[in-house]
C-alpha cells in the first residue's frame, strides 16, 4: 500500500479550472518529484494535500485512511522560509511542537536534539536576519520535519539559493531522508534538481494540469549520455 495516495484530484479555483484528475503516489521513503510549468497548478495540490484547499473531486488517502480536507497530517513548506524574524532559530523550529500542545520548555529540549543533526547546533540563539540562506531553509526544513516527520511537502525550498548553496543543499537533503526515513513530495521547476534527488518524477501538463508521464529512475547513477537523453525528453515532454 502506497504512503500516501492522491487520487483524481480536480479543483477550480474562480474560473480558472487548475487542476484535472491527477492522481499520483508516493511509498515510504521515497522522494518523488514533480515538474511542470508555472502555473499549472502544483502549488494548488499541494493546499489540497495538506488538507488547506478541499478538491472538487477526489480524495488524499494517508496509510490506506481518507485525509481529504484534514489538517495536520503531513508537513508543507512553502517556498519562503516564513521563519518569524522576532524569534530565535530555536525557537522558530519549537513552533509545531508547541502548536501540538506540547510545554514551551518540553518543545524547546526536543528541538535541541534535532539541531545538530541539522547543522543548526551553534545557530540556536541566532534570529534568521544573522543566518546565510541555506541555514534559512535548513531551519525551515527541521521546523517542517517537526510538524509531521514521515511525510513532507516541499515546494521549491531551494530556489531562491544560489547554484553552489543549492547543491550543498541537494546532498544535504538527501542524507537526512536517509538518516529519517522520511517521504518526500518536491516540486521544481529545475529538470537537473528533479533528477538529481527523484526516485520518481511526475510531469504535469500546463493548467489544468495533468499528469502527462510517470519516470522511474534507476538507483544507479545515470551515465553522462543517459542523463542528457532522458533530460532532453523531459523538456520535450513539457513543450508538448
Same mark, same amino acid.
Not at 31 to 36: L, N, R, S
Not at 165 to 187: D, G, P, V
Not at 206 to 218: D, G, H, T, Y
Given at each position: 500500500?502506497?504512503?500516501? $495516495?492522491?487520487?483524481?484530484?480536480? %479543483? *477550480?479555483?474562480?474560473?480558472?479550472? *487548475? ?6 503516489? !508516493? ?5 518523488? #518529484? ?13 493546499? !489540497? ?13 494517508? /496509510?490506506? #485512511? ?14 519562503? /522560509? ?17 502548536? %501540538? ?9 526536543? =528541538?535541541?536534539?534535532?539541531?545538530? &543533526? ?10 534568521? +536576519? ?5 541555514? +534559512? ?6 521546523? *517542517? ?5 514521515? !511525510?513532507?511537502?516541499? /515546494?521549491?525550498?531551494? =530556489?531562491?539559493? /544560489? =547554484?553552489? *548553496?543549492? $547543491? ?10 536517509? +538518516? ?6 518536491? !516540486?521544481?521547476?529545475?529538470?537537473? &534538481?528533479?533528477?538529481?534527488? =527523484?526516485? $520518481? ?37 513539457? &513543450?508538448?
Amino acid at each position: 500500500m502506497a504512503h500516501i $495516495r492522491v487520487c483524481n484530484i480536480s %479543483k *477550480t479555483l474562480g474560473k480558472v479550472h *487548475t487542476l484535472d484528475h491527477i492522481s499520483l503516489e !508516493i511509498n515510504n521513503n521515497e522522494f518523488v #518529484v514533480i515538474v511542470g510549468p508555472s502555473g499549472c497548478g502544483k502549488s494548488t495540490l499541494f493546499n !489540497i494535500m495538506s488538507g488547506l484547499m478541499p478538491p472538487d473531486q477526489g480524495r488524499v488517502e494517508i /496509510d490506506g #485512511v481518507d485525509w481529504t480536507g484534514r489538517t495536520g497530517r503531513v508537513s508543507y513548506m512553502q517556498q519562503k /522560509d516564513l521563519l518569524l524574524p522576532s524569534r530565535t532559530i530555536l525557537d522558530n523550529v519549537s513552533i509545531p511542537l508547541q502548536l %501540538k500542545g506540547i510545554a514551551k520548555n518540553q518543545a524547546r529540549q526536543t =528541538a535541541v536534539q534535532y539541531l545538530a &543533526e541539522f547543522g543548526l547546533e551553534e545557530f540556536s540563539h541566532h534570529y534568521p +536576519r544573522q543566518l546565510s540562506g541555506g541555514m +534559512r531553509q535548513k531551519a525551515a526544513l527541521l521546523r *517542517t520535519y517537526l510538524f509531521a516527520s514521515d !511525510i513532507l511537502l516541499l /515546494d521549491e525550498p531551494f =530556489a531562491s539559493l /544560489d =547554484a553552489i *548553496t543549492r $547543491r550543498k543543499m541537494h546532498l544535504w537533503l538527501k542524507e537526512m531522508q536517509n +538518516r529519517y526515513h522520511c517521504s518526500i513530495l518536491f !516540486i521544481t521547476h529545475d529538470i537537473e &534538481e528533479a533528477l538529481m534527488l =527523484a526516485d $520518481r518524477i511526475y510531469l504535469f501538463s500546463a493548467r489544468p494540469a495533468q499528469v502527462k508521464q510517470e519516470i522511474k529512475l534507476s538507483p544507479q547513477e545515470l551515465s553522462p549520455v543517459q542523463h542528457q537523453h532522458l533530460k532532453s525528453s523531459i523538456i520535450q515532454q513539457l &513543450e508538448q
